[in-house]
């Protein structure tokens, strides 16, 4: 192993069984992995439990949620009236929003137990 460490051979990425071509040194495929296009992550939509491929993420929400909310800019405004405050549990339909750059931004938000979370997924 000590042999392997120490020689000037490229790995694979941990990926690879799910499409991933890359090859690289070991110090730098750590890097790579944690950015990798085929890593699989949660689906932004938090009442659906499936991990899927980070590259189909788009392809996943089109073809499986049908209620996402398209934001024209990442101005994200919560209409909080006294039914929303009333209710114990609150949640809002999955947003999404897409910069000039191509990167793509679903925030979320619901109220659980009585308390309000919001968080952003990239």
Known sequence: EAIVEKANIDFSCIYAQDGCN????KEDLKKHEAECLFRKVPCPNTSCEKLILF????????????????LSSPRLEVLINNINMERENNY???MYWKDKNGLEF???IVKRNGCWYFWMKV
Not at 22 to 25: A, F, K, N, Q, R
Not at 55 to 66: A, L, Q, V
Request: charge should be negative.
């Open 22 to 25: 890359v090859e690289m040194e």
């Open 55 to 70: 590259k189909s993420i788009g392809d996943h929400i089109s073809s499986s949620h049908k209620d996402v909310y398209t």
């Open 92 to 94: 809002w339909s999955l």
């Open 106 to 108: 679903y925030p979320g």
